[in-house]
């Protein structure tokens, strides 16, 4: 019997389209069960998956890769110093990856250095990309688009605002979020509120700045140049420019920092002084990441769908692998909110 076997040779191994025939449905349809598609009825998920334990089917990955002509990864390219941040983006892609053949490589890059696209070219084309998940700020880069076009790379852009088709973005509504904050200040009763945004050049930092200005001319407030500070997204920042805005006078009953490190830069200034918050100084940040419920009192932020939005991303480029309508398959804009917490309440009389 032994022998008889060893003359046979082994049995041939399974391919897709043996799955596919013994289920009745179509290649594709096959691609979507493995990929963990959103979009197949659950009656022909549950029979190719029955079909595939049954028959112990196992892809071959390498095979799929050569006929794609790029690798199962997934590419999530960030300059961002804020560690929580990236560590949010991570979660989000792999979440959108698990149970599928794709894996996650990191690459951050120096968006000052001049040699970054070519950095990024050759990460691309080495690691023979699937496609890239691109966070703010390098998602603002016309320029990086275009290159990953002409290398035949697939690429989605998280930004706070729409600048490209939906294919290939995944947007917030930065301005209109931190317009509801700004309303809320003012429907405390504040009228004078510093703004720390973010670093000039910035889409998001610019969305941000939008939000509040537009918030303030609906309520027929002024806003003074010196209650107004461009700064980096560090804690470091938030820190130094607060230090200017409470030594004006009189000086600001409330401020609103464009992301949470600054936010806790404000907090931790305005302790150094003595000024209680929130009862003599209001404070409102932007992401709602860990670090406002770790500081006493709590911030009150706009929370950022960051892991939402990353998952959402890693789905389009997933989709494309498997023909879905990316469009459909997962959203493309995504609403911030305001979590309000112990740092804000109505300024002190007088």
């Known amino acids: 019997m032994a022998k008889q076997q060893q003359e046979e040779g082994p049995a041939p191994k399974l391919t897709i389209n043996d799955i596919a025939r013994m289920a009745g449905v179509s290649k594709k349809t096959v691609s979507r069960v493995i990929n963990r598609s959103p979009l197949l009825n659950r009656q022909t998920r549950a029979k190719v998956e029955a079909i595939i334990r049954e028959t112990g089917y196992v892809p071959n990955p390498q095979a799929r890769a050569l006929a794609l ?4 990864l997934i590419g999530l390219v960030y300059d961002n110093p804020n560690l929580q ?6 979660r989000g892609v792999l979440e959108a990856l698990h149970g599928t053949e794709f894996e996650l490589v990191i690459r951050p890059v120096d968006r000052g250095s001049p040699m970054v696209m070519d950095d990024i070219r050759r990460f691309v084309t080495r690691q023979r990309l699937f496609g890239v998940v691109i966070v703010p700020p390098l998602s603002e880069n016309d320029a990086l688009a275009r290159m990953l076009d002409e290398e035949g790379c697939r690429y989605v852009r998280i930004g706070s605002a729409t600048w490209d088709d939906a294919d290939h973005m995944v947007a917030s509504n930065d301005r209109d979020a931190v317009a509801d904050a700004t309303r809320y200040l003012i429907a405390q009763g504040h009228r004078r509120i510093g703004l720390i945004a973010g670093p000039h050049g ?8 939008d939000g509040f200005e537009l918030a303030l001319a609906d ?3 002024a806003l003074p140049r010196s209650l107004v500070a461009d700064r980096h997204y560090t804690f470091e920042s938030g820190l130094a420019e607060c230090e200017s805005l409470l030594d004006l006078s009189p000086r600001p009953t409330a401020i609103f920092a464009a992301n949470d490190e600054m936010a806790a830069g404000v907090l931790y200034a305005a302790r150094l002084r003595g000024i209680a918050v929130p ?5 409102v940040g932007f992401d709602d990441t860990p670090i406002t ?12 769908p960051t892991v939402a939005m990353r998952r959402a991303a890693g789905l389009k480029l997933i989709g494309a692998a498997t023909g879905e309508d990316a469009e459909v398959g997962a ?6 909110m305001l979590i309000r917490r112990g740092s804000v309440a109505p300024p002190a009389a007088g």
């Open 69 to 72: 002509g790029r690798n199962f």
């Open 279 to 283: 009862e003599q100084l209001s404070i």
């Open 85 to 90: 941040t990236i560590l949010s983006m991570q």
């Open 219 to 221: 309520a027929g407030i």
């Open 331 to 336: 959203p493309s804009m995504f609403s911030s």
């Open 293 to 304: 419920t770790r500081v006493w009192p709590p911030l009150t932020t706009v929370r950022w």
């Open 202 to 209: 910035f889409r998001s930092a610019q969305e941000r700045r």
